[in-house]
């Protein structure tokens, strides 16, 4: 079972998600990933093994992000590699993911995305939600949630 943590705030939260991350480690992974929102787009940061692994990767804490995510990942879809951990992003860089579960249906998704021309950087089934929602986005991304949600149920 993963673990997620999210921080929206005023304070620096490198940090802080870190440390959210250590507390969520008796659910029990195999990688980890962070990305922080910086003034020049996300920072993503991904590690395999323990969280160690994930804060020698990440360096010293200098972010002053106030924005960010972390993810443990207990692998379902793909090898334990660090192109697998997540979080995942869409081609343009702008929309970062973290996902807990399986996506049923995402082989059929997957081979919809290639045919569209979208190329895949992990092979999980997390990676088609930012292509989806990417796809969906026309300025309103509770909009394009719903509709990918709606993809990933299957009803369309
Ligand atoms: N199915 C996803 C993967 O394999 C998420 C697994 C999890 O919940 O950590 O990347």
Not at 6 to 24: D, H, K, N
Not at 126 to 140: F, T, Y
């Amino acid at each position: 079972m993963c673990g997620i943590i999210g921080y929206v705030g005023s304070r620096p939260c490198e940090e802080l998600i870190l440390g959210g991350l250590e507390r969520l480690e008796y659910r029990g992974y195999d990688s980890a990933g962070i990305a922080l929102l910086d003034d020049d787009g996300f920072r993503t940061v991904r590690a395999v093994g323990n969280l160690a692994e994930l804060r020698k990767a990440a360096g010293a804490p200098v972010s002053q992000a106030t924005m960010g995510m972390g993810h443990t990942r207990w692998a379902t879809h793909g090898r334990v590699t660090q192109a697998n951990a997540h979080p995942h992003s869409d081609v343009s860089g702008r929309i970062t993911v973290v996902m807990n579960g399986i996506v049923e249906n995402y082989a059929r998704l997957r081979s919809q995305l290639q045919d569209q021309g979208v190329v895949f950087l992990s092979e999980t089934d997390a990676e088609v939600i930012p292509h989806l929602l990417a796809r969906h986005d026309d300025g309103d991304l509770v909009a394009a949630m719903r509709a990918t949600v709606a993809e990933l149920e299957g009803h369309f």
